[in-house]
């Protein structure tokens, strides 16, 4: 039988290492579907929503050491729905390839059924767009869709694929992977880093994106660079991982929002490194530590691709450069020994860190403190599981009173989309069989993408989700009540909830309850036992403690 486009395709995403790939089907790509029954290496993982297929596939990309996760999505309505994860991907700097079926090409243009100029409408969250317009161009597009996915700055990349070139007859062989150039440091640079390390007494190191995907080795070799050289290592928003929080060189998590002890005592730094971090927003606080464009204090920044340094911020010393090599340029130089300033310096940071990781926290009268929850979750939670967020108030307790380790791999939506936390547990426990996956979702998250219950249960996984309930959008009030103190916002904001327990097991998960403090260990206890189904864990949180950091202000409606 001749080889038809659908199956060179197929081929040519084994070849690029693909295993997995993140659908919802569509006949706008039958052709590919029924060419990749014939290629066993490639897991076809049906979803229930596009915006779960997607952030499952970016989730993918943030655990394969550089490689992209692989979203599979119909036109129109299709890609529309995925869109959130592209967003993500985008922002995230993680590399994905989404597969866009396409009207067939004798319709471009006459406004067929779904049909949308990809290139105009996904031109703001893609490195790239491409079309494969012709046979003889299929397998080349996808070797090159990978590379600028994977290459400089991480990102998604889509591909067009029309939906009558499947079945036509394939020209030209599979085209390989391209080797990725990796960038490197100058041997003046590090001189100059050394020598501003080495007159700095209370540097500031921030710790990103970049650094998630040099592996353990280096992480370990952080680790040992903190010690060598003396210094607090913060890593930043959606990256609380890629330091031990135990450690003694932890400086405090530079996330949105730093508590004002913390970034107080972080303001006084005379250098920041920004190390594989491009900064953002979340990161800078609002563009006012390190100031922007004019940063108040030394800035040295470290990320793979030159163009993404010094965008925002003017640089004092820009490094284009696999933070890793960086990390192994210093430990091959002397380090000074530590100065009575430079060790007081990491050991008051920490110490501030140390107290808001304490685990303390008021008792609430209208519902559970989550900030015990996510305290106890240290009791059970595996060192080696992946921990992924949903966005909202409840996230605020998860990193204040989590512990973070290093061989935790933590998923979350960098830009702050609801619905990521249960379709990024579910591409966890894919991809790490046998290691535990955790999601932590609000009651307004679950509702969005929680149907991907119904993947697990398809795919035979067992993610454990821990939901808190508190019937409303939590972090909206807390921004109206900052803006507009003493109005009424519940009217904005309330949500009416369906009976999650029951909820739940109609998917055939199990599910527990919480509604005091005194529940919490024996329903987690309960929840982590079970390891042949996904798990919902119900928490009927408190309102009034808003977030980790704030009480509600005003009175909690009276129930009707």
């Not at 390989?176 to 080495?198: H, I, N, V, W, Y």
């Not at 140390?354 to 939670?381: Q, T, Y």
């Not at 982590?528 to 403690?545: E, G, L, M, N």
Request: net charge negative; charged share 20%.
């Amino acid at each position: 039988m001749t080889r038809t486009v659908g199956r060179l395709l197929a081929e040519s995403l084994a070849a690029h290492d693909v295993d997995m790939i993140y659908c919802v089907p569509g006949e706008s790509y039958l052709g590919l579907t029924d060419a990749l029954t014939e290629v066993p290496s490639i897991r076809l993982v049906v979803c229930r929503h596009e915006g779960g297929a997607a952030f499952m596939a970016a989730a993918d990309g943030r655990m394969r050491d550089g490689r992209a996760g692989v979203v599979l999505v119909s036109r129109g309505p299709g890609v529309s729905n995925a869109m959130i994860g592209l967003h993500t991907a985008f922002h995230d700097a993680t590399p994905l390839v989404a597969l866009i079926g396409h009207v067939e090409r004798k319709d471009v243009g006459r406004l067929a059924l779904q049909e949308q100029n990809y290139s105009r409408l996904l031109a703001d969250v893609t490195k790239g767009v491409m079309e494969v317009i012709q046979p003889i161009q299929a397998s080349e597009v996808i070797a090159r869709a990978f590379h600028l996915a994977q290459s400089g700055t991480p990102g998604p990349v889509a591909v067009i694929l029309p939906e009558d070139i499947f079945d036509q007859p394939a020209e030209g062989p599979v085209v390989q992977p391209s080797a990725l150039p990796k960038s490197g440091p100058r041997s003046e640079d590090l001189d100059q880093l050394a020598e501003m390390l080495a007159n700095a007494e209370r540097p500031l190191v921030l710790v990103g994106g970049a650094m998630a995907a040099c592996g353990e080795q280096g992480l370990a070799d952080l680790t040992r660079l903190a010690e060598a050289w003396s210094l607090p290592i913060s890593p930043t928003h959606r990256r609380p991982h890629l330091f031990d929080a135990g450690h003694p060189n932890y400086g405090g998590y530079m996330g949105i929002r730093v508590p004002k002890p913390l970034l107080d005592e972080m303001k006084k730094s005379d250098l920041m490194i920004c190390l594989g971090e491009r900064l953002s927003d979340s990161i800078s606080q609002s563009y006012t530590f390190p100031a922007a464009p004019q940063p108040q204090l030394p800035l040295v920044q470290v990320w793979p691709d030159a163009n993404e340094i010094g965008r925002v911020w003017r640089v004092d010393l820009p490094i284009a450069a696999d933070p890793h090599a960086v990390i192994r340029g210093l430990l091959a130089r002397n380090a000074p020994e530590a100065t009575e300033g430079r060790k007081a310096w990491v050991k008051g940071l920490n110490t501030i860190h140390r107290g808001l990781l304490a685990p303390e926290w008021d008792k609430m009268e209208d519902g559970v403190n989550f900030g015990a929850v996510c305290a106890a979750m240290s009791r059970h939670i595996p060192a080696d599981a992946a921990v992924t967020s949903d966005a909202g108030n409840f996230s605020s307790f998860l990193h204040r009173y989590f512990p973070f380790k290093q061989t935790h791999v933590f998923l979350a939506s960098n830009v702050g989309a609801m619905g990521s936390a249960v379709p990024m547990a579910v591409a966890a426990a894919l991809r790490r069989p046998g290691k535990r996956a955790v999601a932590f979702v609000g009651d307004g998250g679950i509702l969005m993408t929680g149907n991907e219950i119904a993947t697990a249960m398809r795919e035979r996984v067992a993610p454990v989700i821990i939901l808190s309930d508190n019937s409303g959008y939590g972090t909206i009030g807390m921004h109206h009540e900052v803006r507009y103190p003493g109005r009424p916002y519940d009217r904005a904001i309330g949500l009416v909830n369906p009976d999650f327990i029951a909820w739940a097991k109609s998917f055939g998960a199990a599910a527990f309850d919480v509604q005091t403090e005194e529940e919490i260990e024996p329903a987690l206890a309960a929840a982590f036992a079970i390891t042949d189904r996904p798990v919902v864990v119900h928490v009927k949180s408190s309102a009034v403690q808003a977030s980790a950091w704030r009480k509600r202000t005003m009175p909690l409606p009276v129930p009707a």
